[in-house]
């Protein structure tokens, strides 16, 4: 599975953005899907993940209530809505995907696209 991350730019505080990943190279429908993040001198963590129904999602404590996480699995394509964003969300975002919604959300896919960047300025 081949996962290629897109939507990331500039914005300012309070301001929103909504990243894109697509599938390809796979069952997307098959598979849960997660966004991850990593600031710089920081650890990779989870933002949000979805089981490959769309019926479950998970969301980290810091950004419940302000981001969420969709897919469409008729255009092999999982959204990260990202509202309210503060400076503190600024970093890569990754997205992942894996069969099983525990592994997804324990950040140990098997698949891993490549990064986008979002930067919020203050």
């Known amino acids: 599975v081949q996962l290629q991350a897109s939507g990331g730019g500039l914005v300012q505080a309070g301001g929103s953005l909504r990243l894109s990943c697509a599938a390809s190279?796979?069952?997307?429908?098959?598979?849960?899907m997660g966004w991850f993040r990593q600031a710089p001198g920081k650890e990779r963590e989870f933002v949000a993940g979805?089981?490959?129904?769309?019926?479950?999602?998970y969301y980290a404590d810091s950004v419940e209530g302000r981001f969420t996480i969709s897919r469409d699995n008729a255009k092999n394509t999982v959204y990260l809505q990202m509202n309210a964003l503060k400076p503190e969300d600024t970093a890569v975002y990754y997205c992942?995907?894996?069969?099983?919604?525990?592994?997804?959300?324990?950040?140990?896919?098997?698949?891993w696209g490549q990064g986008t960047q979002v930067t919020v300025s203050s």
């Open positions: 992942a995907a894996d069969r099983w919604t525990d592994t997804v959300v324990a950040g140990q896919s098997d698949y």
């Open positions: 190279g796979g069952t997307f429908s098959s598979y849960a």
């Open positions: 979805i089981s490959w129904s769309g019926g479950s999602t």
